[in-house]
């Protein structure tokens, strides 16, 4: 491993623009421009690599750049848009997962283990899974805070707790590791899961077989519907709530659309003080919950995960299920939506206050609006 310096940065440079495809399309005043563009984005980024890895990026940053790139007027200019802008390619041109900062965030720490070998993120950018971070985060929620528990009811809370092994009937729902694909509805995800396994848990088990659908809450909830979202490009757990209890979800049954919809008895409530968030799990079932996701989160496997370096990739929302304490470190225990090839089989453990992933924490109650039946025809699951 190496530290990156703008002297060596300079050779490789040299060595790469000799490339003769390179030296077709740049003039070496483009060259020097699009070398102090590239230093400064590796240094701004603060990380470290190897020099196979390094050589790696710059090839794939400079074919992105040669394919963004058009002339107007005899110089070369960047296309703007999705595929453009030099930050942009930076981040699509590097790899989510190196070796060297597997290996670096395992030597820094000895609170959780960051492995390179994750499938979710094999073949990924950078720039793809801040995609996946779709959560506009916004500070303390909009949505009321639940009024608060009688200091008696709090202080006999258990010192761990898992909602798989607490609500039985509904363990393989709030177990469940969906996955959101490349799309940023995060949001989505998190507040649907959440919603489905409460239904479970207040329908005692009775319904357990589809989890409503996160695919109609990214797409309907939307501005024009009074939410503050935008689908695949990301919003809010709050206003998911709130367009439960007045829209209602769908579950992917084969019924029209009108007679399978769950509402919540209202727009839901926020929490921010951590054994209110305990009691919450214990009486009602799992939590949404929303943090910001820095570049060495995706390298998780097991442990319970600290912030120790690397950029801001975005704000995600998931689903609390429980705690613990593991080497003397309190900790959350968390589905994610990245499915079970990622992480602790679809799960991980982060220390408490990490991230703000406790400060923006919602749930809703489901409404008892409906009959639950196991009979009837298989549904067809809607994500």
């Not at 007027?73 to 930076?90: N, Q």
């Not at 971070?133 to 258990?158: E, H, Q, R, W």
């Not at 689903?319 to 589905?335: H, P, R, T």
Request: proline share 4%; glycine share 8%.
């Amino acid at each position: 491993m190496l530290s990156l310096s703008r002297f060596l940065l300079a050779l490789i440079l040299d060595v790469l623009f000799n490339d003769s495809r390179t030296a077709n399309s740049l003039n070496v005043s483009a060259m020097l421009e699009l070398e102090e563009d590239f230093d400064y984005l590796l240094a701004d980024s603060g990380m470290q690599y190897s020099l196979e890895e390094l050589t790696q990026h710059r090839e794939d940053f400079l074919a992105a750049h040669r394919a963004a790139t058009k002339e107007v007027d005899g110089k070369p200019i960047v296309a703007s848009g999705p595929s453009g802008g030099l930050t942009r390619l930076f981040w699509k041109s590097r790899p989510m997962l190196i070796k060297s900062l597997a290996d670096a965030l395992n030597r820094d720490q000895k609170s959780w283990v960051a492995s390179f070998e994750q499938e979710r993120f094999k073949g990924a950018s950078v720039s793809d899974v801040k995609t996946l971070c779709g959560t506009i985060l916004n500070g303390p929620s909009k949505l009321p805070k639940k009024s608060p528990s009688y200091p008696s009811d709090l202080k006999d809370l258990p010192d761990s707790f898992d909602a798989r092994e607490h609500f039985k009937n509904c363990s393989h729902v709030i177990g469940h590791a969906r996955d959101q694909s490349t799309c940023g509805s995060c949001w989505a995800f998190a507040t649907s899961e959440a919603f489905s396994d409460r239904l479970c848990i207040r329908s005692g088990g009775q319904y357990d077989m589809v989890p409503l659908s996160a695919g109609h809450t990214a797409a309907c909830c939307s501005e024009a519907e009074g939410c503050f979202s935008f689908g695949c490009d990301g919003g809010q757990p709050d206003s998911a709530w709130r367009w439960f209890s007045e829209h209602g979800v769908v579950s992917g049954y084969i019924n029209a659309i009108h007679s399978d919809r769950h509402y919540t008895e209202d727009e839901g409530y926020s929490l921010d003080q951590v054994d209110e968030i305990k009691k919450e799990i214990i009486d009602n079932g799992p939590v949404a919950a929303a943090f910001t996701v820095y570049e060495d989160f995706p390298y998780y496997k097991s442990g319970v995960y600290k912030h120790v370096r690397g950029s801001e990739l975005g704000g995600h929302a998931v689903k609390i299920i429980g705690w613990g304490v593991e080497q003397n470190e309190q900790y959350w225990l968390v589905m994610n939506s990245w499915n079970v090839n990622w992480g602790d089989k679809g799960t991980f453990k982060i220390a408490f206050g990490e991230c703000g992933i406790d400060s923006e924490v919602t749930a809703g109650v489901p409404r008892d609006n409906k009959k639950f039946s196991r009979g009837g025809a298989q549904p067809e699951i809607m994500l």
